[in-house]
């Protein structure tokens, strides 16, 4: 038996690869379906069942892809019309040379989601792992809140699905869930993608909790629903079309890049933070590459062409995959040289200086802060803030962009400066033009014992 | 936290790296420890503390070389005197940011032998995972025959190992042991590298029997004990010497090769078996590159020069790790080009007919068949065997050579055809002359249903 | 600037990358074409230009696909009438930022055939490089049998094209041909890839003749035109479809293998062959993995289903990449495990007997020779053989069948046992039923110090 | 035959493999010898011969390494007393399999400068390459200014050794010499690597003058000769140590990092312009990467350790290797998450903000340009500088401190702001504590059309 855990770094979106002998399936496949290609042959497996633990909302999945490229069937959940695989019912058993996989469904995070359990029949007949979606998590539950016009009945069902449908497989079970810590999917995940039921029931924190209390909790849960998170729902109920392949953005020099720029291209900057911070083109979304998955969504048009900035070509290509991941297919070129290319070029260039607490207390005591911008949650915001800053949510700046005045000098902040900074870009895009950056932020303030006010 | 199983083709050892932040562990180091650096690299961290489970006799551990480079301490039982490392006993608790490891007494498999424990302090008290070194495996339990003088105590001492060490820990633990399938460490090990303490309680076979069940079962178990235990014992004990790089071989020509060979050098053919009995240079031991880690301890002396021939530049390569593994230092040559090079250098070669199932029925029903040498365990001849064929098993080839009469022509026959390969060349080695092998073997046999003597 | 020759093995094939800046241009590239992306990837350029040298016969060109993933133009020689790209003229000149590519009609090889010209003018304005196609080689001039109804014409034009057009060039100009040692368009050619025309005006065999002595030479010349140019040459006429990918053969048991070969899928057997002699699927077509870009297009049709035996996936990759280059897309299983799944199923499987050039004299003392079957080129025969041998070129081998009596026993003999084997088991399929090899053939011979017969 | 090329970015070092059938020889190899070995291995190759054409100053010679490695001998020129290997003499002759490689004596860069020129037995008797060293380079001739006590002599060898020995080989010879553009052993050479000696011979700025032209341009010329030279000719004139592997720096979290240059480690930044720009741990010496080659050896001492802030693990890995090609071995630690890390853990932090050529104009119409510090060479400064800017190259920074007065508000400047913001970081070290950098300097003043002064 083989069984391999693919994760996807910013999405956190975990996927397996399962097999033995010549057989192999695949839960959950992302977008760019090379890595299941490349490890049936790397195990010398033909990859013939693909399984949806449920309708994604945060990335295109491949299946369909994956299913053409490899003959395979896929299958999902029979309560969501989907266009395209086939349903499945409770109890279903599939075969993978002597293992099985069974299909559970477990509904809560979505009305269709199944969980998918694997039994060696070689060694017993008990449980052995289980693909839970987004039912279970290491450390937490699915989110419940897709559908706000009976958000105690899902609660209830996931409840149910865990307690009364998982759970009882046993301790011994190991646990595969369809994301890892830094989901948008869960917000108290463990850091670590190893756990069995066993281990759940006794420190997952949502497990402890009563069926009341559960529903209680999830119901007045907050979670982000980025914008595109739409997008992906239609198009993954659909199927995503299949033979479109990762984008090839090409080089361009300053005069090109700044030429497809005023024909409606976007920049987007992929760059770190100090490397934002310490110059970029005027316009810009900086977004580092490693928060792509998490950002994009929320600041970037599916309808314009997309241009990078990068330090390397490792980073170019990896946010062309996070970027093609949501279904942005549009990045067609990049700035050959990075920004080197353009101040050499001698066009003007924005900065976002960097402040340290150190500064920003220095200044208030000068009364010279300006605009103290955190960009966290309003749950963060409230558990301690710098005091007299503003709270403007990054899920919710580009609405309430009103509430920054321009002309006053505006200092962003968050958790540690990452936020903070791709805010910084944002108010600078438009029309700000005395914007720093407390790289550091919060994280540097507790570290250096700096005043915080909490609401709490 | 992250965690990651090293598996080691042929010896079938695991090892493993786990850590947190930027400190990790590594458990039962392999003496090739590149792939620790690079996977502690990966994740940013560095390696901080190694342990040895119990004293290993199948390989050089990789203890000393990772201490080495690293600068991390090496923890092992105390109940052996090794010359190297740091005793530890039974709760001593070492940290790794927020994980902890905790050792527990296991003997049995060995008397110093050692369990870790991995707790995750951010999520709870209970014990995550397991690493059981040689004391549980999945499926099976660690041999207890290197005591020969107490036999029934070291058995008893690993079963209370398990009932009252480790299966208490509870069915959620994940299992992390020293082997999977194919190690000469055990011999019921299931093919697969997954399980929970829970799993095994309920389908390991040994975990079913009573104390007096499996002690009478270990104290009558027969394990292969190749003559090269005894090397990698002492070497273990005193440590192996760091600063040994895995060796080099140089390409050497027909005529250079027949040069090394006639000064004392001993050839070591790696390729398939069907390539070994197309045509192989005379003289030469033929173990395909995948039964090196098993085979090459019973037949390759440490005191001369080995040279190979190999199909491929990657097989070459893999040889020479294995061999390394096990302490082969002295592989200074290879065939450059491979067979081809020896056969058009005008020299002779032999050949290995192979003969199927087929053509045995035919000579039998002729009264050709000559001596079938059945070169399996005496366990698996009991189970069931060619008519008339004669038992030598692999071990004892050497020793029992005088069986196998010269001047008779011999079909060599084993499970596959595999080691009947080998067993070819060391009767060629010796002075036969007529040699096939029978590819496909006791597999084709039962597949083609021909007729099986069975002495039970 | 950058410069990079990417040679494709078995149809010892070059093509080349060059570029400065953010531009690059391709020539005569090959189908798989993600190595020329990656390459221009590597130096951060885009590839705007791709020539075609001359319409090629040995293998499917890439310059469609290649053009469809980066918008590059195709140019090509215009005295053909090609379904693609533009025509280009003499003295034609194109830019890669500061360097020129200008077009020099070469004739002789093909009609239609050019030569690129590269100058750097930064540096001044003497030529640099020349891409040469199959005008002239390291060593060798272009085959110009292409014309049977003009020999002369055409030899005359080469003469031309090398004397009057590049040699002019001047002595220091880099050579960059599209062929090296090895390929079916040169028989000549030396073993290395570097060379500058001072360089060939001075060692190359062929321009050492006389205008008259080439042309006699060239008309006189006889080269293999396996079955499978015709179709390469309508391919590349047309321009190759785009967007088909390399196969993704899937593995198959021994069962499903010996089903789809019931259906009518051929089996091509790639291992080496001492692994051919040991054992094969009755059926098979054997030929190593380096002769296939040499063999596959004489013996395998393109309207069945091909399956693999390989000993590696990297072999089967190396294969499936191989024959994708002629045209070869119906690629669509292999052997899962190789020729050991076969032997365990219990089928019956052939054996070619490897015979050393020793075993060949004793059994002529002893008249058992049966039919010693050369199958080197007439030229090879002639300059000298075995004696008693006959001689039965490969490329006329399934034309010539009826020569090759069935009952006989047969030794099949080359230069060094390679194509020997591949006709070995030609004869196998044929229905031959006791069919030898003689590895080391010729080259053992001589090594040896056989007798030799000559009839020159 | 086979030939690689093997570039060291930064140095611009060019070092070659050239080899036949299974030998294989090395041209100046640099200290990381892996990449020897790994090209020897890729072509079935053993390097038996390895050739140092002069004395090294720029780098640690890999020859001790390697042939410790491969057993291979080392050759050099006799008119020096080096501590290891071979001295040979013009004529000398080694084969390679039907390869010839012979020394000739070119003296001028180093009195026992040797070239090796290589012919093609097989082909003919033409020298087919040069490999040139210090000599003659693609654009530009080797620095004769390691001889300060009798410049015109040594220059006159050069000539005598350019225009007698090496172009009467022939318009056709391939030339490879030890150095590519960016070299500090010249200043003119092209950007490509690949040309011929006719090419040179008609192109060559420096081969285009006469003798006493020649001369009197050498006599004159300024190269840099950073204070590291003396110590790397003195370790290549004894023998670098062998077994000195490269540094495995171990990650440290801020805390540990601080602590680490509490007691005298040197911080050593490579990232980007723009990321040191936007923010660094104060004390740190910021050369990006790319640069270290160049520049290390001007500012980092040997005998401290050493601690790297990077972006990426390659950034780091390629700037360990880099240190270690100069020599530095106490890389001891990096910074575990970048400079995140250390803005976290609430330190204080510096910037260098970035000053656009449009902001300068501006600051200088307000009368508000505080000194700008222009870091280029005196012969740059001269061509063409901005009004009122203060010139004090980058070499003689350290020296020349007192000339850049601390208190003053300073931008520093150079070619395109990567020089200037290393010079930034030095004076942020020195205590100054207003720096800016101009990126883009001089190429934006020159695309944006600023005001520029001339001395000429």
Known sequence: MFFETVQTEGLAHLSYVVGRGSCAAVIDPRRDVDIYLELARAHGARIIHIFETHRNEDYVIGSTELAKKTGASIYHGHAFD????????HGDVFELD?????????PGHTDE??????????AGSSPLMVFTGDALF???????DFYPDRPEEVADALYQSIHEVLLPLGDQVILCPAHGAGSVCGSGMADRNFSTLGYERAHNPKLQLSRDELVRQKVQEHHPKPPYFEKMEAVNA????????IPLPIPLDADAFAAAMEVGAWVVDVRSPEALSGALVPGSLGIPVGMLATYAGYFLPYDRDLLLVAETAEDRERAVRSLYRLGYDRVTGYLAKGLHAWSTSGRPYHTIPAVSVHELIERRERKEQGMLLDVRSAEEFESGHWPGSTNVPMADLLERLEDVPVGTPITTFCGSGQRAVVAATILLRHGHDEVGVCLGSMAACKAAGCPIESDR
Chains 1, 2, 3, 4 share one sequence.
């Open 98 to 106: 002597s293992l099985q996989l069974e299909v559970l469904e477990t």
């Open 82 to 89: 989907f266009g395209y695989g086939e349903p499945v019912r």
């Open 238 to 245: 659909a199927g995503p079309e299949t033979g479109r392949e």
């Open 113 to 122: 989601s199944i969980s998918i359990v694997l039994r060696d029949t070689d």
């Open 138 to 144: 290491v450390g937490d539950v699915g989110r419940t």
